[in-house]
């Protein structure tokens, strides 16, 4: 039984990367295959963690888990998110995450003080400002190239922790677990890449979810209570003020249309994006909360958290007409449902 979580986990997340790598082979849509690789290291950990459960933890496995889990799966599915959002003004609530992840970064370093972190905390921490005054600055000037910038971090952040994870030797063991849950933890791993999974999955994370969030606002119905401008044409005094109201126009709003919304689900004339992104947004969080869990040291629901946020994933990619016109077998021309088209 032990197994079996992790193991259903792999499976959901590779069915998901097939299709989606799939859909890229016949559409070119770079969120596709930045989403597909992102579902495919969902896969991996998660079958690490099975064989693991099935037949016990070696160092090749721990390092594996480690890489492709704890340390790029939330990064790269957020940028898939950034490619998808490329031609909205997203870019901001992306900045944003950015200098939210390089924040926490540091601040993690002076709460736990990992060992063998050196100066990495504040490359990491100036790195993220970078990255994010610079995405800011392009979603301004409304340049569709921001999601580039965002892949720099992300590429750069995972070439970093494979080249740390392979310089760094590991006592034996080679790995280490949490002796209450079995459930493998980071402390063997110096503070330099220990660092890395906070940036990516904080950044990561945020826009998956609020990527999702957004998303199913722009296609929803909407009521307007709240007004808010980023026309980046209006004086900059204005400009500050609107960005800094956005967040909030936007949660009001996004409420006050959900009755609409729910009534054109009901007639069969809501956009297909609005309840897939929704089911992407509750995967995302779930996959956060158990992540922020075992951080704490909170291990036990950490497996089954994975799980249902991948079932949750495939759900809303499943849903989305945009992402999924036709589902079949991948890389064949097997259909297991004809090709569908938005209504209404």
Not at 27 to 34: A, E, K, M, S
Not at 95 to 119: H, N
């Amino acid at each position: 039984m032990t197994a079996l979580v992790p193991a259903l986990t792999a499976i959901v997340a590779v069915i998901l990367a097939l299709g989606l790598l799939d859909q890229w082979r016949e559409r070119r849509g770079t969120y596709q295959l930045v989403w597909g690789l992102g579902m495919a290291f969902f896969g991996v950990a998660s079958g690490c963690e099975a064989l693991a459960a099935a037949a016990g933890w070696n160092e090749a496995l721990y390092r594996t888990w480690y890489l492709t889990g704890a340390a790029w799966t939330a990064g790269w599915l957020g940028l898939g998110t950034a490619f998808l959002l490329g031609r909205t003004r997203f870019g901001y609530a992306f900045a944003f995450g950015l200098f939210l992840a390089g924040l926490f970064t540091l601040l993690t370093q002076r709460r736990f003080e990992y060992p063998g972190a050196g100066f990495a905390p504040v490359l990491y921490f100036v790195g993220a400002g970078i990255l994010a005054v610079a995405v800011g600055i392009e979603t301004y000037f409304q340049n569709e190239r921001w999601p580039r910038i965002a892949a720099i971090g992300v590429v750069g952040a995972t070439i970093a922790s494979a080249v740390l994870m392979a310089a760094t030797p590991l006592p034996a063991p080679g790995y280490a677990i949490d002796p209450a849950t079995g459930q493998p933890v980071a402390e063997l791993l110096p503070g330099s890449l220990r660092l890395l999974t906070p940036f990516m999955n904080i950044s990561g994370g945020f826009a998956l979810a609020f990527g999702a969030l957004f998303s199913a606002y722009v296609f929803m119905p909407k009521r307007r209570i709240l007004a808010y401008s980023l026309d980046p044409g209006q004086p900059g005094d204005q400009f500050l003020f609107n960005l800094l109201i956005a967040p909030v126009a936007i949660t009001v709003n996004f409420f006050a249309s959900l009755p609409q919304a729910l009534a054109d689900l009901a007639r069969g004339r809501l956009h297909s994006r609005v309840p897939a992104t929704l089911l992407i947004a509750a995967g995302g969080f779930v996959a956060s909360a158990g992540d922020a869990l075992s951080r704490f040291g909170v291990t036990a629901p950490f497996a089954i958290a994975k799980l249902i946020a991948a079932i949750l994933l495939l759900a809303g990619f499943l849903v989305s007409i945009e992402v999924f016109r036709e589902i079949r077998v991948p890389f064949t021309s097997l259909r297991l449902a004809a090709a569908r088209r938005e209504r209404g």
